[in-house]
Every structure is written in structure tokens, then in C-alpha cells.
């Protein structure tokens, strides 16, 4: 079973447009975290956000925000005015206690279009 | 600010040669990690590293693969005999601590791996 979900495997917008990467995660730990992390066509990783399951508050940075929900497992990304340097491929990522991996998602990739 | 370095950031082999991989973790990090990327797809965990041995593997990391942390400052990925299916982007990953106290993972920027 799949422990993080990302079902939209590709997403095209149009520049400005408000777009929300959607991720569902699977686990019995009551204690865990959750990333998400941009890969740019160059191919590294960028760190974005990291959370944690104590806190369920809402985070904006920028035109970047998060929302958390243990009710439905979900931890969703919406970019607010998307632009052409939003492109890249998103992961949402899973890390439990007591383990030191992370589980990936399969990522959405985002086309923002002039 | 600290990240984690990666050398090379491509390399080209032939089928059936070994290659290494090398990774410089954040210098006061205690976990490493090694991730395994195949175009277009998702990023699978390897293997885990802890105290100078292997803390966790997935099923991915068989017999050819090994891990190594040389001389305290290096950590490296080696494949024995290399396949087509290696040819994928191998990330490096170090963390401070592990479990539920700060488990931040900071990733480096990979070794795009293509085997010929």
C-alpha cells in the first residue's frame, strides 16, 4: 500500500492561476512528518515545508501555503499566482517515528504557462 | 549555510562496472542516507546508515550495492556490477537526528547515473 498519494500526475496552468497539489498519506504512528520538496528540470531537491503531526495550523510563505488535516490524511499545496518558475515536479513525503526514511509520493508535475 | 555535496554530478559507465558514488554529508550529521530517483519517477529510499553501519535497507539495495563512510567525512554508494535499470539520480541525504526529534533530512543535489 501506498504510504504518501499524489493522484494528479500533471497539472497545467495558466500564469496567475491559483493551483493546490493535493497528498494523502497513510500511518499508524501518531507521531510523524510531513515535507514537500520541488525538483526543477536541473533535478535536485528543494526543500519547502516540513510539519509535524502536532500541528495542525496552517502555513503561508509567500505565495506558497499548506493545508493540514489529520481528519483526512491530507496535506495539501496551493501556489497562489502561479508563474513560469513554479514548474517543476512537487513531491510530498512522509517520515516516521522511529524510522529514518523518508516515503515519496509520485509527485505532480506543474506546467505553468505563460 | 551547511548542505550536503555530491561528486560526480553525472556518470557514464559501461554495463557490468562498478561504480562509486560520493556523497559529503553536513559535517556534525550522525545519519545518512542513500535515495534512488529513475526518470520520471518517484524517489525510493535505500538504505539508512548510523554509527558506522547500515541502520535500515530497503529491497532495492541486494548484494551489489554497499555503503561506505571511509574517512569521517565522506559517505559513499557503491555498485558492484552495474545494470541498464541502475541508470537513475542517486541523492544523498544526512540528518542531525533520527526519528520523531528533528528527522529534517537535507538532501544533496545527485549523481545522475547512466549505465551504457
Known amino acids: 500500500a501506498q504510504k504518501v498519494t499524489q493522484a494528479q500526475t500533471e497539472i497545467s496552468v495558466v500564469e496567475k492561476e491559483d493551483v493546490t497539489l493535493d497528498c494523502v498519506y497513510e500511518t499508524r504512528d501518531t507521531t510523524y512528518y510531513l515535507f514537500w520538496y520541488k525538483q526543477p528540470p536541473s533535478g535536485e531537491l528543494v526543500f519547502l515545508i516540513r510539519?509535524?503531526?502536532?500541528?495542525?495550523q496552517n502555513e503561508i510563505s509567500g505565495r506558497y501555503s499548506w493545508n493540514f488535516q489529520k481528519s483526512t490524511s491530507s496535506f495539501n499545496f496551493t501556489i497562489t499566482a502561479s508563474q513560469v518558475v513554479d514548474s517543476a515536479v512537487y513531491f510530498c513525503?512522509?517520515?516516521?517515528?522511529?524510522?529514518?526514511?523518508?516515503?515519496f509520493g509520485s509527485g505532480t508535475k506543474l506546467n505553468v504557462k505563460p | 549555510e551547511p548542505e550536503v555535496t555530491q561528486t560526480p554530478s553525472h556518470q557514464v559507465t559501461q554495463m557490468g562496472q562498478e561504480v562509486i558514488l560520493r556523497c559529503v554529508p553536513i559535517?556534525?550529521?550522525?545519519?545518512f542516507y542513500w535515495y534512488r530517483q529513475i526518470l520520471g519517477q518517484k524517489v525510493e529510499f535505500l538504505v539508512s546508515f548510523y554509527n558506522n553501519e547500515i541502520s535500515e535497507k530497503s529491497e532495492i539495495f541486494d548484494d551489489q550495492f554497499s555503503v561506505e563512510r571511509p574517512d569521517g567525512s565522506n559517505f559513499t554508494l557503491k555498485i558492484r556490477s552495474t545494470k541498464l535499470e541502475d541508470s537513475a539520480m542517486y541523492f544523498c541525504a544526512s540528518s542531525l537526528l533520527s526519528g520523531a526529534l528533528n528527522n529534517e533530512q537535507f538532501f544533496g543535489p545527485g549523481t545522475r547515473l547512466t549505465v551504457l
Open positions: 510539519r509535524n503531526s502536532f500541528d495542525e
Open positions: 559535517s556534525n550529521h550522525l545519519y
Open positions: 513525503a512522509l517520515s516516521e517515528r522511529g524510522f529514518n526514511k523518508f516515503y
